[in-house]
């Protein structure tokens, strides 16, 4: 039973109308693993995490979630599941701690499990100072880490986690990564989108690049970089629009020209530098760092994911 | 295949019992902005039209059936109170769940089904209608303005027409057609629908009062229907007809209304 993956997904697709959000997508997320879907806008990540979530039907292909179907199981699977949406829908009106009180009941969770268990995850969430306060004043990154509490009180297999840091300040997004990698630890299998590259690199085991409503690689982050991408890339900033005239040819295994700034991707960064300063280049500013998922995505879209 | 383990699942009474309780937890905060409508406002009407007013056309007791004026108004003011607590209860949490903070998301995200959800809001309601029509059933009786026995039936008549209002309102505001989540079509409802029932449908006058064409039109709305049964229980004049006649007009709309609703909660909050 272990071994069997806990989600599985063939020719997944979604449709609103005509239009096409999740397009025939295979993937498969094991017990205990970390799963992520990465992708610009508009990829389909969230239409995938709702289907899998059981709260919009499948319009093809085949879905199991925890070994069941969605479509006729969805209470059981729900029962199971942790569900952190990429909107917030807390209730504004009661306390942090009656979010959670209300929601563990939800799950028939006798009353006495529930406020012991709120405590516990209002501990793990370093909310507990909060506890008494309405939500609605709470910053983003609070309202944010009680969504996560919220999501634990049901103690589920499987943690969904949309955007699960998007808006939030660098301190903020730490913390929270860090509790994520307790629950890893702890064995619970997540499924998580982000847009940010050093997020899927910090938290995912394997991850899929969503792009336009498919899946256009997957690996792991390590595995992605290494296949797609140069060892270093070096980064060119100009005072202007970047203007090189030709004058990059043949540097570097591969060059992009971004709005802002020019990328050339090799596996010896130094010599690259070294010969952008023979050719009399005019940049501002030039720096050699190593490739990163960012990277690879822009190699397999042409696009940048933050836009 | 991971299979679930044997994890005992609530039942569906259980679950839109829990949606319940959430509504009632929720209510704590709310419950003073409801105050003026719930229960004021129909002591006023019963006061300034019933008492007052009705002091000066005392004298006219054939066209009220032989009731005084108070007597007659009281009774319909017990249907119209709940009416009122059903039109808010239909629009206002039903838009603030799907749309404005999606709290209805949250709960579908748990084994709560859809039709839980959407019974569970409507049994909060029925508590609150219940309350407020027998708190003001109990002020007119103190007052002397009701004084049948049968009375004490005349919350759970109120609350019927309630729902009645609750269920199909309900259903227009979770409806995938209404693309606009700003709930501007509110103060319309209020204002073309739920104001003139009001005041049309048999709280004041009788409607054989109204011009000949207007009076089916009254007959249609379930808020006169709820005046009927209501009045009959106050004055101690139930009509076994009548009587099956008005519950299952009201009744009608609480199905039709409620499954609607689950449907178009299911369209809107599952796609
Ligand atoms: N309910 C809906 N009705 C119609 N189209 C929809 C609906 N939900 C999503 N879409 C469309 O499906 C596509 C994929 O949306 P989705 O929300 O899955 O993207 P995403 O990858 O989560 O994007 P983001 O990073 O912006 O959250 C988008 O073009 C979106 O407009
Ligand atoms: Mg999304």
């Known amino acids: 039973m272990d071994d069997a993956p806990l989600i599985e997904a063939r020719g997944l697709t979604k449709r609103f109308g005509e239009f096409v959000a999740v397009d025939g997508i295979d993937f498969a997320v094991a017990c205990g693993e970390t799963f992520g879907f990465l992708g610009p806008n508009g990829a389909g990540k969230s239409s995938t995490m709702r289907m899998i979530g059981a709260v919009s039907p499948v319009s093809g292909g085949t879905l199991r979630v925890l070994g069941l179907d969605p479509a006729t199981h969805g209470a059981e699977i729900k029962q199971r599941l942790g569900v952190v949406p990429q909107q917030d829908t807390l209730d504004f009106e009661l306390t942090v701690y009656e979010n959670i009180l209300v929601y563990g009941r939800y799950f028939g969770l006798p009353k006495d499990v529930i406020r012991t268990r709120a405590d516990e995850l209002l501990e793990f969430v370093q909310l507990n100072e909060r506890r008494d306060s309405r939500v609605e004043p709470l910053s983003g990154g609070m309202k944010r880490r009680l969504t996560i509490a919220r999501a634990l009180v049901n103690e589920p297999s499987l943690l969904l986690l949309d955007e699960p840091t998007t808006g939030l300040d660098p301190q903020a997004r730490h913390v929270l990564w860090d509790r994520l990698y307790r629950l890893k630890q702890q064995g619970v299998t997540q499924v998580l989108t982000t847009h940010y590259m050093d997020e899927a690199e910090q938290l995912c085991d394997r991850l899929v690049v969503m792009d336009r409503a498919k899946i256009v690689a997957q690996g792991s982050p390590r595995e992605l970089i290494r296949k797609y991408v140069q060892r270093e890339v070096v980064e060119l900033r100009f005072a202007g629009e970047p203007s090189v005239d030709g004058r990059l040819d043949g540097l570097g295994d591969r060059v992009e020209v971004l709005a802002d700034r020019i990328l050339i991707g090799t596996d010896d960064g130094d010599a690259c530098v070294h010969a952008v300063h023979e050719r009399g280049v005019a940049v501002e500013s030039m720096l050699v760092r190593r490739s990163t998922l960012e990277d690879v995505f822009l190699t397999l879209t042409g696009r940048t994911l933050v836009d | 295949?991971?299979?679930?383990?044997?994890?005992?699942?609530?039942?569906?009474?259980?679950?839109?019992?829990?949606?319940?309780?959430?509504?009632?937890?929720?209510?704590?905060?709310?419950?003073?902005?409801?105050?003026?409508?719930?229960?004021?406002?129909?002591?006023?009407?019963?006061?300034?039209?019933?008492?007052?007013?009705?002091?000066?056309?005392?004298?006219?007791?054939?066209?009220?059936?032989?009731?005084?004026?108070?007597?007659?108004?009281?009774?319909?003011?017990?249907?119209?109170?709940?009416?009122?607590?059903?039109?808010?209860?239909?629009?206002?949490?039903?838009?603030?769940?799907?749309?404005?903070?999606?709290?209805?998301?949250?709960?579908?995200?748990?084994?709560?089904?859809?039709?839980?959800?959407?019974?569970?809001?409507?049994?909060?309601?029925?508590?609150?209608?219940?309350?407020?029509?027998?708190?003001?059933?109990?002020?007119?009786?103190?007052?002397?303005?009701?004084?049948?026995?049968?009375?004490?039936?005349?919350?759970?008549?109120?609350?019927?027409?309630?729902?009645?209002?609750?269920?199909?309102?309900?259903?227009?505001?979770?409806?995938?057609?209404?693309?606009?989540?700003?709930?501007?079509?509110?103060?319309?409802?209020?204002?073309?629908?739920?104001?003139?029932?009001?005041?049309?449908?048999?709280?004041?006058?009788?409607?054989?009062?109204?011009?000949?064409?207007?009076?089916?039109?009254?007959?249609?709305?379930?808020?006169?229907?709820?005046?009927?049964?209501?009045?009959?229980?106050?004055?101690?004049?139930?009509?076994?007809?009548?009587?099956?006649?008005?519950?299952?007009?009201?009744?009608?709309?609480?199905?039709?209304?409620?499954?609607?609703?689950?449907?178009?909660?299911?369209?809107?909050?599952l796609k």
């Open chain 2, 1 to 269: 295949m991971a299979a679930v383990a044997a994890q005992p699942l609530t039942t569906p009474v259980q679950r839109a019992t829990a949606v319940t309780a959430w509504h009632a937890r929720s209510y704590r905060r709310t419950w003073r902005a409801t105050i003026t409508t719930a229960f004021l406002n129909p002591v006023f009407f019963l006061v300034s039209v019933g008492v007052l007013l009705g002091k000066l056309i005392d004298d006219q007791q054939a066209a009220l059936g032989g009731l005084s004026y108070v007597e007659f108004v009281a009774p319909a003011l017990v249907a119209t109170t709940a009416m009122q607590v059903g039109t808010n209860d239909g629009m206002f949490p039903v838009m603030a769940g799907i749309r404005w903070l999606r709290t209805y998301h949250a709960v579908l995200a748990t084994p709560v089904r859809v039709a839980e959800l959407v019974l569970g809001a409507m049994a909060w309601s029925v508590i609150r209608m219940l309350v407020a029509a027998t708190i003001f059933t109990a002020v007119a009786a103190l007052g002397g303005a009701i004084d049948s026995p049968l009375a004490i039936f005349a919350p759970f008549a109120a609350l019927l027409c309630g729902l009645a209002f609750h269920a199909p309102l309900a259903a227009f505001t979770s409806s995938p057609m209404l693309e606009d989540g700003s709930g501007g079509w509110f103060p319309a409802i209020n204002r073309f629908v739920i104001i003139p029932m009001f005041l049309f449908s048999g709280t004041f006058f009788p409607v054989s009062q109204l011009p000949d064409w207007l009076e089916p039109v009254a007959w249609a709305t379930p808020l006169w229907h709820g005046i009927e049964l209501c009045r009959d229980l106050c004055t101690g004049s139930v009509e076994l007809v009548a009587t099956l006649a008005h519950v299952g007009y009201l009744g009608a709309f609480v199905a039709v209304g409620a499954a609607l609703a689950v449907r178009f909660h299911e369209r809107t909050l």
